[in-house]
């Protein structure tokens, strides 16, 4: 089966008619705080609720704030993505790729274009980071439309 593929542009034209003249949402890196509210947040969302089950899975990118984007609406987060950049060698040549993940939108806010608007910030910083490749996975298929 082929993946489900949404480019940058559809994703902005989508979240543009979803909110219907809205101002577009802004995905920031979170501080320390909101960090650590953060993962617990993702852990609930993501890992039904297991306690650090995210930082044991990606102890390297769920340390740190840096590859996190993430929307917080009265202190709380509603939306993430992740970035991790790295480096692959094919064909004898190293390409610098942009991989994204652990994306999630809380149920009540989903629909309004705020996890589009976390990866296309990691598009941008991967993009900044010298990536000629941004990859979105996940574990669930058909989950990305």
Do not use: K
């Not at 980071?129 to 990859?135: K, S």
């Amino acid at each position: 089966m082929a993946p489900n593929l949404l480019s940058i542009d559809a994703m902005r034209e989508e979240r543009t008619a979803a909110e219907s003249g809205s101002e577009a949402p802004i995905a920031e890196r979170p501080d320390d705080l909101q960090r650590t509210r953060l993962v617990r947040w993702l852990d609930r969302g993501l890992r039904r609720g297991e306690v650090g089950r995210l930082e044991r899975e990606y102890p390297l990118s769920m340390g740190g704030s840096r590859g996190h984007r993430c929307i917080f609406r009265e202190g709380a987060p509603v939306a993430h993505a992740m970035l991790h950049v790295c480096e692959i060698v094919a064909r004898g040549v190293v390409v610098r790729v942009g991989l994204i993940g652990n994306v999630y939108t809380d149920p009540d806010h989903r629909g309004r274009g705020l996890a589009s608007a976390c990866i296309e910030a990691c598009v941008r910083d991967a993009r900044e980071q010298g990536a000629g490749l941004v990859l979105l996975w996940s574990d669930a298929r058909d989950f990305y439309r």
